[in-house]
């Protein structure tokens, strides 16, 4: 190990840029892992578009301390979360409560599929009629094609 | 269904998208929301850096404040830095000037301060809880307080004089 | 001359020679002029030379650091390593769009080559049609985006983004996903084409899947190196993150994927027609909204490159035109693509493939709502809010489950109509192989509902696939007493779509598990510890053995030394440049993490420096046990062995008599 380059480079750290610093300790395993889930929900406000819980910056791991206070402190997820909303408006939810126009995006996903569902349906011709066979026969389009149907459906 | 009513559909909803796209030209998509201004302002009890003791918000009562977040290693704090000094000799006397350092170490500030001037006390936020209460989103921030400890309004740049003048003016009525 | 007038003097004549053969493409393809090919090919091969040129010539200028040249003292300096200067020919906006001309240039060279002695209308309209789209980016070259303005040479330049010196991942990555943006153009070309020209018959489908096949691949590899560098680079050990850049270059590859499978419906059943030419006409604009997305400054990203005025003339000169006139061919000859049959059962292949690409669709938009939704709200409402992963994760994950589960009952049921009794018999032996999916599972200890599900699904679907692709090798055998190796071969060669399918979906059920795996049974630590302690991580320790730095010319680092220690008392050094660092760029006030990777088949030990002191002697780890991680990226031999399989030509005789089905409205002489 190289003690001189230790010191300059830790040297340089302290001039000219922003010091990398540890968290808060963990809390008991099962609090730690809703403080967990409560920053994977949460945006950090100077990562670009990465939760609180997997950005590296310190911001994010001051954020997440506060997480960890509050939930040491016994306040509910809502509570934790308001606590962001109020500093940062719903902007801080990564995932956006479904209200007003919000709801949006969570019925028009399932309106495609109840339409799309719909198309397929009036695709399909009406149901045989009974006492027909129910494998129809595959047509062949060609030798080659019966040929490959050949190989494949023995 | 009928294509031209799935076309249609889509004619709409991109219509909808075009006129979104159009009117977004312009807004900064990192800009981040602040959403403090008019509430009153948090509680905070930080060491001091410059000289013993701590300073404690509720101790300032009836006083306008001027909070600064910033540390070392920005550039744009070394930049602001004349203001604020101006800024504190200036308005000194009608509003309480409060730095606070955070990611950074308190040597490096000391440093810095020695260096280029200090006319106004100066915290250190060593964990960074007092940014995280004040929704701090970058450095340099500059925050204004009123007599009632209100939070005014925020800058979040570097700030000059005559923005300066006119945020204060504000906060001291 | 100086390099740039050398530069832009190229990209001009590129967007003489592309406007000339838009032009002259699109008019006397329209008025059946059909001498008039080898001009438009000329035209197409000029200008595919000239941003080639260009882009060497770039090369040669950022190798020679001539500051005088604006990109260069962009994203040049003297002391980036010579490899990541001809990288950063592609890591800046100007830089990435040349590049992009180029990479048009190679595929539309390819296309008129392998092409050239089609039929004329058809090879004139696909021909102006690509050429308008390269006109375009010849123009943005020239003009707003241009990277060849010349500027007073400063002695040094600030070098590229250091995100992007940080891997070598980085070298390979971003070509891959141009090509696979670029490519889409081709097909585009392709259907547009044949849109303009009223024939719709099959004699284009083939052209249109295979060249719809290549920017696909590229496209998988790309999206896959892009996760495996992020994974690998920034440190918070996930691979993927919902991000617009990320969804942008997801988007394409959904629809693209739709399309692959749509298009065998469009072959066996004449049905499907209008909704398969969407899609590959919507894998084109999706690509030209990615490329909007990550250049226009008003999405919010890691990856996006800064704010600039490319965005306005790319929406409003490009995507609008292109997106409503694609919208207009639809609707115009939307008649003409009625459905000649109707699906007998929904208990079929084409049922199957009916429900993929609704999912497909659904998984779509799902992301393009999700992505655009934040600005969208903001432009009308004035408010602000955020769409991440939780919720791309709970309203995306379902879908892509149900398409994992369909993957394996699609192969399994024929075309038509399926008896029941038959699937039920077949359902046997893979439903086995769910339940061992499950069990295998549970046995290691790996509960959790979405997890077991992917197992679950996984499983079955591998027993069908493998069935599918063993069975037609066996009758060979048993029939033409062919030995193995012969008879997978010969069946391969005679069906090597559906053999190259088979085994790109193989693919796609290791990514699956992969996921499935990290997603449900990751394990994580932090702590701060002094040297000599260890840090426990699920089996695995991890031993803090000191800090290290190191200087290199274009940063320094600060790394901590550690040995892995595996459950059988094996340890293995990562100690140096190996370590997990901090890596300080002297453009950056923050420092950029490089994680250790330690790669194992069955899953990776992955510790980030988060923040050490040196006067305590101390280190705070993140470390992490990802569980099959690596197979999300191991998986890129598949797509490719499957699609260079697919895309095999097929055997001259077995091509003849391919291309006389009946009913196929193709002129005569006209390709296949």
Known sequence: MNLGLILLAAGLVTG??????????????????????????????????????????????????????????????????????????????????????????????????????????????????????????????????????????? | ????????????????????????????????????????????????????????????????????????????CAQEHPVLEWAAKKYGNDAVFIGVVFEDTEEATKKFLAQRGSSFQQLYDPQSTMAVDYGVTGVPETYFIDRNHVIVSKYAAPINMSTFDKHIAQILK | MSNSAIGSGLVLLGLVFAAFAAVAGLYTGLTRREGALPWVQRAVYAFGVSLIASNVWMVKSLLEHDFSVKYVAQVGSRSTPTIYTIVSLWSSLEGSILFWGGVMGIYLIAFTFIHRKEHGRYMQLSLGMMSIVAAFFAFLIASPADPWIAVPAAADGPGPNPLLQNNPLMIIHPPMLYMGFVGMTVPFGIATGALLRGEIGDAWMGPLRRWTLVPWLFLTIGIILGSWWAYAVLGWGGFWAWDPVENASFMPWLASTAFMHSTMVTERKKSLKLWTLALALGAFLLTILGTFMTRSGIFNSVHAFGTSDVGKTFFLFFFLPMSAFCLFLLAVRGPMLEAESRVESLMSREGAIFFNNLFFAGITFVVLIGTTFPMVVEALQNRRLSVGEPYFNTTALPFALCILFLMGVGPMLPWGAADARTVQRQLIVPGIGALLGVGLSLLFGYPGAMPLATFACAGFVTVITLRELVLPAQSRMAEQKESPWAAMVRSASRTPRRFGGYIVHLGVVVICVAIGAYAGYKQQVSATVKAGQTVSVGKYQVRFDGLDSGREPHREWVGANVTVISPGGKEVKHHGVNSPRLNYYPTQNRPIESPLVHEMLHGDVYVSLIAFDNAAGTATFNAYVFPLVGWIWYSIPFFVFGTLIALWPRRKAALARAATVPGAAAAPGSPS
């Open chain 1, 16 to 154: 000219q840029y922003a010091p990398q610093r540890q968290g808060t300790d963990p809390l008991d395993a099962e609090r730690e892992a809703r403080v967990h889930r409560l920053g994977k929900g949460l945006r950090c406000p100077m990562c670009q578009g990465q939760s609180i819980a997997d950005s590296p910056a310190p911001a994010a791991r001051a954020q997440l301390d506060k997480v960890r206070e509050l939930v040491a402190a016994g306040r509910s997820d809502a509570e934790v979360e308001s606590y962001f909303v109020d500093r940062y408006g719903e902007w801080a939810l990564l995932k956006p409560k479904p209200q007003g126009s919000n709801l949006l995006l969570w019925l028009l996903p399932g309106m495609l599929l109840l339409a799309g569902l719909w198309i397929i349906l009036t695709q399909v011709k009406r149901a045989p009629t009974p006492g027909a066979p129910s494998v129809s026969p595959p047509k062949a389009d060609d030798d080659y094609l019966a040929q490959v149907r050949n190989d494949v459906d023995r």
């Open chain 2, 1 to 76: 269904m009928n294509r031209n009513v799935i076309l249609a559909i889509v004619g709409v909803l991109g219509a909808a998208f075009f006129i979104a796209v159009m009117l977004s030209f312009g807004n900064d998509p990192h800009a981040v929301p602040f959403m403090l201004e008019g509430k009153p302002a948090p509680a905070f009890s930080m060491k001091r850096l410059d000289a013993d003791g701590t300073v404690n918000l509720a101790d300032l009562k009836g006083k306008p404040v001027v909070l600064n977040f910033w540390a070392t290693w920005c550039g744009p």
